[in-house]
């Protein structure tokens, strides 16, 4: 009976074991971008097009492409349109997963709230300390000597006091001519790796409003260097770009997928070359 009985515990754990492995679903990618084909090649995503008549671009191959299925121009042999499409991304090539829809109009992003102020606003606000100097003139002056200064970082125009102003529309010229840019209301911001205050001295001989200093981990020409040097080493960038205030460079490439990203950090260090997918994963 004991032999009996471990058999069937044999038995039963072999058919615990046999049960179908379970797998992982690919990720899905999705853009809202231009398809064309040419003579040259078939169907392929396009980051960047020249506007020409017919346009001209070009980029990976779509996988499973029907121009008859979808609305399209047609110009000399090319065939072109905007699409939002999902699909599978295998480093190469996008194989859809769905039929492509129009693309989905983009709305223009407000970035005023990425360039605000570190520095404690003092108790009466932000305001000139010497309003002859708090001209357009004293600032580009302001700019070009703390370019050429030691440790130079980065700059920015905080206006947020564009917030304060009731109907105020970023996207209406009207409001961007009169409102912006007012060197009287605004706040440079100016970043030095170091003490930034030991700038200030020198900045003040030209610069009389609002002003901020803080401190940078990188100066910008270490940050310029290291975006020249990444763009050509990584296989496949489209574009790059400093971001001084976050400290990085930002790489566009197709997909970012996290394995990548891994490989570029154990390369260049972790957090200071940044991936950013043209194609974005579905529910990000």
Sequence with gaps: MRGIWLLAVLVTLAACGTGPATTASPTLYQADLTVLSNPQHGPQLCAFVAQSLPPQCGGPDIIG????????????GVRWGEYHVVGTWDGKS?????????ARPGDAPDD?????????????????????KATERS?????????????YAGSWLDQSYLDEIDGYDPQDRRYVERYANDPRRLVLNLMFTGDPAA??????????????????????AELRALQDRAMKEIKGAQSASVDERAGHVEIGVW???PELQREIDEK???GLVVLAGVLTPVGS
Aim: proline share 12%.
């Design 65 to 76: 492409w029907d121009w008859n299925a979808v609305k399209h121009s047609t110009r000399n």
């Design 94 to 102: 996008l194989t859809l997963t769905e039929p492509p829809r129009p």
């Design 112 to 132: 005023r709230s990425r360039f605000t102020t570190p520095c404690p606003k003092p108790v009466r606000g932000w305001r000139p300390v010497d309003p002859a």
């Design 139 to 151: 600032m580009e002056a302001a700019l070009v000597r703390a370019r050429k200064l030691p440790g």
């Design 199 to 220: 700038r200030e001295p020198l900045i003040r001989e030209v610069w009389g409003g609002a002003l901020c200093l803080s401190r940078a981990e990188r100066a910008e």
């Design 255 to 257: 997909a970012a997928t």
């Design 268 to 270: 260049y260090g972790k």
